[in-house]
Structures are given as C-alpha cells and as structure tokens.
C-alpha cells in the first residue's frame, strides 16, 4: 500500500498494525486509518519530516494532553492542532473547558492516563469521557499525520474522520 502522504516504506491499514499499537488505540484504529512504520529515534517532528519528507509538515498535527483546574477540582483534556501551529493553552482551551487555569500535563500524568508513550501521542484511543479539542484547520487536512500512540510509527487519517472521533469538538483557532 502506497501512504497517500509522505515517502514510506511500510504503510498498511491500521487494522492490520493492531500488534504495533497500545491496547487502547489498537481497539479503536479503523479502516480509514493508515499506520506508517517508522524509526522511534526519529519520532520528533522536525527529524521526522526530514526523515520523511518535507511535505509532511504541512499535514502533520501534536496531540497534547492539558490540565485545567477549577475549585481544586483537575480535569484531563486532549487538544489536536496542526504542527505548524501550538496549541492556546490560556485563551481557547481554558475557555472551553471552563477552568481557571489550564496547562500542559505532566508527562508522567500524561503517559499515564493515555497508556501511550510521550512523543506519541494520539487521539485515537484516549480515555472513555476526556474532551477531544481539534483544531478546526485539522479538520479541514484532507489527511493528517498523527502518532500512534507509540514512537514507533504514525498514523495517517483523514482530517474529518479525527473530528468524528470520541468526544470531539472542534474549535476554531485552537492552534495559533
């Protein structure tokens, strides 16, 4: 199978792939999605697109996990934005999730709350409940690279298919 971004030697149906996957996203990975064997040194988004070509910057998009705090109460969000871009953590995302404040969660809290590695990422396969913030200009990536929850690999999956995902929102000008 040809990746229809990027220049890979090993792209298949993510279906196919489950057994290079986490658990959590291997059981939500659908047909639409492609997974990309890739070198986990080279998982970094600058090497990577290097790597892997240039082109793939313009597609490519972070998963953030964020914390917002409001009345001692912590709650738990994933935020999806295009590459080029980073993510409002003080304006867009604190609004949304109606906190006081908002920032980035710790590794150790975001690795262990996803069950994937860091520099991995994904939306695909969060847990049950967690808000999906994506920014609207991902939704509108006819195919976006994401991680696969490992830094061993990627996933490519449409724009429009990750803004249907679990507990999505889109909103607009997330990334800035």
Do not use: Q
């Not at 082109?55 to 295009?82: Q, W, Y």
Request: glycine share 10%; charged share 20%.
């Amino acid at each position: 199978m040809r990746a229809p971004i990027g220049t890979f030697e090993d792209a298949r149906p993510a279906t196919e792939r489950r057994d290079l996957l986490p658990p959590a996203v291997a059981a939500a990975v659908t047909d639409e999605m492609i997974h990309v064997d890739t070198d986990p040194e080279k998982a970094d988004t600058a090497v990577f697109v290097e790597t892997y070509g240039r082109d793939l910057l313009e597609h490519s998009a972070n998963c953030v996990v964020v914390a917002g705090k409001r009345g001692g109460e912590v709650s738990l969000a994933a935020c999806l934005v295009l590459s080029t871009t980073r993510v409002d953590v003080n304006g867009a995302v604190r609004r949304h999730l109606g906190v006081r404040k908002a920032s980035f969660a710790a590794m150790d809290t975001a690795v262990g709350e996803t069950g994937m590695e860091y520099g991995g990422i994904t939306p695909v396969g969060l847990p049950a409940g967690w808000p999906l913030l994506v920014d609207a200009a991902v939704a509108d990536t006819p195919y976006v690279l994401i991680g696969s929850g490992f830094r061993r690999g990627k996933l490519i999956v449409p724009g429009k298919v990750l803004a249907a995902l679990p507990g999505a929102v889109l909103v607009e000008n997330l990334g800035v």
